[in-house]
């Protein structure tokens, strides 16, 4: 089964700065698709890589590991930094524990980091069992397309395959491990309503990372897929504020400065 449009990978060049774009577990960048293009139509060059086992079947999906979508991220960020003076990377659920992964690995590449409902801890108790189950039940019930907003889709699968989950599950212990690496820009959205990711990892993060300029804006209408619910537009706009502001500051030596009371500004 191949992807269909609104799934496949995204690519426009554009300017100076790169942003990649990863999407979340299961799903595709169909999640991410109106954000990169309104991101590109700001003159930036964006990627939106299909990471690998996604858009063809759940089945496929359980012979995939995180290290092979943690490579597909790593090589579009290699290659967008070759091109580009500057590269953001932004990322939804898995998609910002991969981001972060990104950072920690490759500091000099990443400037800057944005995050929508990262996925990077879960209080899940069920999760224990994961180990032995994935042996048993290769699949349960779909996480996709939490999404508060009617008629969107970000064309993930109607099943969670359980390799793949528990594999997720340790890239989660890794990144956690390595936050303290984590020293770039951060700016995170966080849904108050979120039926996939619980509220366990974003204090992880912020408490955790060594960035100096962090800001968490809290999204009260939307759910988990945020990017392509009610909130989308405060994504985008918010994102791209952070993008200029961050390149300013890169130009000008200037120190951090978060942009107070439009969001929880933590530090």
Request: include cysteine; proline fraction near 7%; hydrophobic fraction near 40%.
């Amino acid at each position: 089964m191949h992807a269909p449009s609104a799934a496949a990978p995204f690519f426009r060049d554009g300017g100076p700065t790169g942003v990649l774009l990863c999407h979340g577990f299961t799903g595709s960048p169909a999640s991410m698709r109106p954000w990169a293009e309104q991101l590109a139509a700001a003159g930036h060059t964006v990627h939106v890589p299909l990471l690998p086992g996604h858009g063809t079947s759940w089945r496929e999906m359980n012979l995939t590991r995180w290290p092979d979508w943690f490579a597909a991220v790593e090589n579009a960020l290699l290659r967008l930094d070759e091109r580009c003076d500057s590269v953001v990377v932004a990322g939804l659920s898995m998609g910002g524990g991969l981001a972060l992964r990104l950072a920690q690995v490759h500091p000099s590449a990443v400037s800057a980091l944005v995050l929508v409902n990262p996925s990077v801890a879960s209080a899940d108790r069920r999760l224990r069992a994961l180990p032995l189950l994935q042996y048993v039940v290769p699949s349960l019930a779909g996480l996709g397309n939490d999404i508060a907003k009617p008629g969107q889709d970000e064309h993930a699968y109607p099943r969670t395959p359980l390799r793949a989950l528990h594999s997720l599950t340790h890239l989660w212990k890794v990144v956690v491990r390595d936050l303290p690496a984590v020293t770039q820009p951060l700016l995170m959205f966080r849904s108050a309503t979120d039926h996939v990711v619980d509220g366990s990892g974003a204090p992880l993060i912020i408490d955790g990372v060594s960035s100096a300029d962090v800001t968490e804006v809290v999204l009260h209408r939307s759910y988990h897929v945020a990017t392509l619910d009610y909130d989308a537009d405060t994504i985008f706009t918010r994102s791209a504020e952070f993008i200029e502001r961050v390149n300013q500051r890169a130009k000008t030596g200037a120190q951090p400065n978060s942009d107070t009371g439009r969001g929880e500004v933590r530090r």
